[in-house]
Nanobody, 119 residues
């Protein structure tokens, strides 16, 4: 079983930056992709970004395109989300997820890390 542990959340003013990290551990890690999702109070969880583990191709939600950047460090089994020019509407719990080899979808999730952007 794979465990995902996020870190890097916090409180930041609008226009500021944060970098989230998510490290996978627990067994030999092999994934098709890793992703970040977020859930704001009273709203459904939404996709933020994903990265193909092998080739490194990326995809972003329109709401974060140009401001957020996803990357991965394969030997550390870690994915990052660099968030720049943060807005109050980015306030949410951010979750890391892994689409493991052999699985149908994103079935492994972290516990989440809170990001709060003040205006």
């Amino acid at each position: 079983q794979v465990q995902l542990v996020e870190s890097g959340g916090g409180l930041v003013q609008a226009g500021g930056s944060l970098r989230l990290s998510c490290t996978a551990s627990g067994r030999t890690f092999s994934a098709y992709a890793m992703a970040w999702f977020r859930q704001a109070p009273g709203k459904d969880r939404e996709f933020v970004s994903h990265i193909r583990w092998s080739g490194g191709s990326t995809h972003y939600a329109d709401s974060v395109k140009g401001r957020f950047s996803i990357s991965r460090h394969k030997t550390r089994n870690t994915v990052y989300l660099q968030m720049n020019n943060l807005k109050p509407e980015d306030t949410a719990v951010y979750y890391c997820a892994a689409h493991l080899v052999g699985a149908d979808d994103y079935g492994s999730w972290g516990q989440g890390t809170q990001v709060t952007v003040s205006s």
